[in-house]
Structures are given as C-alpha cells and as structure tokens.
C-alpha cells in the first residue's frame, strides 16, 4: 500500500503536464484577420459546415454533386454571411444562425484563403 | 518548421485518409475503445473471470498486451490535435467533460503502467487503475465519437 505513491505522483505529474500543454496549445494557428472579424471559431465551424453544409459542398468544402467548392476562392466574410443569409441558387437561406452562422463562416472564410 | 505549419502539415496528412481532422479523431478513437474492450475482456480472463471465453494462458496475455499497445498507439494522433491544436476548452459541458477527462487519460495510462509491474502492490490496485483507464477513455469517446457521430455525421 506505502508504495502507491510512486503510481499516483507520477499520473499527476503526467495530468498536469498535458494540462500546461493544452493550455499552451503550441501548434494552435493563428485564425485569419477575416474569421476573427467574423466572431467565429474555425474549428466549430468546421463541424457545423459538416453537419449542414458539407452534404452539397462536399467533405472539406471541395466541391459537391449540387454546390461548388469554396477552397481556395478567396471569400471575405460579408460575402459569405450573406450567402448563408439570404441563399444562393438552391441553397436555401438562413441555414444556420446566430454563433453557428459565425463559425461557418469563419471556417468558410479559413478555407478559402488561396 | 514555423509552429503553424505543423497544424497544414498534420491536416494535409489526415485529410489525405479522412474527411476532416474531426473524423479522423473519431475514427482513431472508436479504435482506441474498441481495443480498451478487448483488455478489460482480456485482463478479466487472466483475473478468472468470463470462463466462457475459450482463450487462456499465455494467448491471453499476448493479447491483452497488443490490444494495449494498439490502443495507445491509436490515441496518439488524437492526443496531438486535441492537445497542442485545440487545447482545452469549456464552451459546454460536453467539451468541458472532455477536456478534463482528456487531461487526465494519459496520466491515468502512466499510473497504470507502473502499478502494473510492480507486484507489491495490493491486488485491487491493478484492476482499479485498468477500469479507471477504460473508464475515463470509455468518457472521452462518448463526449466526442459518439457526439460527432450522432449529431455530424456517420462517415469518414
């Protein structure tokens, strides 16, 4: 029983070490200007454009049967907020909202940085 | 290497297999589980219980010792995102739940490791640290895999 210690200081020191690294997260990028301006959270966002609009614009936005791809084509974040309020062709407006609408348009805006 | 290019590089890697860096964690997660499974079933069978199970000895042992090994190995990717690219974060309780519990596996994983090779401990100690370690990936999969799953999508 005396020698337990040695198992419990070393999970804790452990625990602790990834506690300091994951408040670090040293390899975290740096949002861009525009999804920070937008108020959104890339990685959010990514599953949001996942879960509602990846099923026309494809896994990873490269481009579906129905929607085009957005990497790489450069959209700032008015244009896309737009888009996703108002609609464009078939897709329909106003398919998230609120701070889900915020962070599929940062990830939008993320992915499309040529 | 710049620090922000280990991120392109790790996404480029994953995205070549996965749809995203999320389903990859959740693949390599769900794997992680699955072979915590297997050592609970297998580290139960060298305790003497689910005589059922026709497997004994030694064959026991060598699976229990792969399942593990694998299971680390899996949750190494995981680890490395969620850590150094996201870090911990509480927006709700979900994340919060996981990013506590995630802070504690590997600590977890080490206590075990030790207890497990050194025989002067009482004999609740290795079970105890096996269910916790389990336990705690069982929470972590459940607060994410499960979660991506059910409420994003079922695919890679």
Known sequence: ?114 | MPLADVNDVYTDIVTAVFSSTIAAKAWFATAAVLLALVQVTTAARMWGRLGFLRMHGPAVAMVHRWSGRLAFLFTLPVFFHCVTILGFETPDARVAVHSVAGTFVYGVFAAKMLIVRDRSLPGWALPAAGLTMASTLALLWLTSSLWYFTNVRFGF
Not at chain 1, 74 to 93: N, S, Y
């Open chain 1, 1 to 114: 029983m005396g020698r337990l210690w040695k198992p419990v200081l070393v999970g804790a020191a452990v625990t602790a070490a990834t506690f300091v690294l994951a408040q670090l997260a040293v390899f975290e990028p740096t949002a861009p200007p525009a999804a920070t301006l937008a108020g959104g959270d890339v990685y959010r966002g990514q599953v949001v454009f996942e879960r509602e609009c990846a099923s026309c614009h494809g896994p990873g936005a490269e481009g579906g049967s129905v929607g085009p791809p957005l990497v790489d084509t450069g959209l700032d974040a008015a244009e896309v907020a737009a888009t996703i309020d108002q609609g464009r062709g078939v897709m329909p407006p106003a398919l998230v909202a609120g701070q889900e609408q915020a962070d599929a348009v940062a990830y939008v805006v993320a992915i499309s940085q040529p």
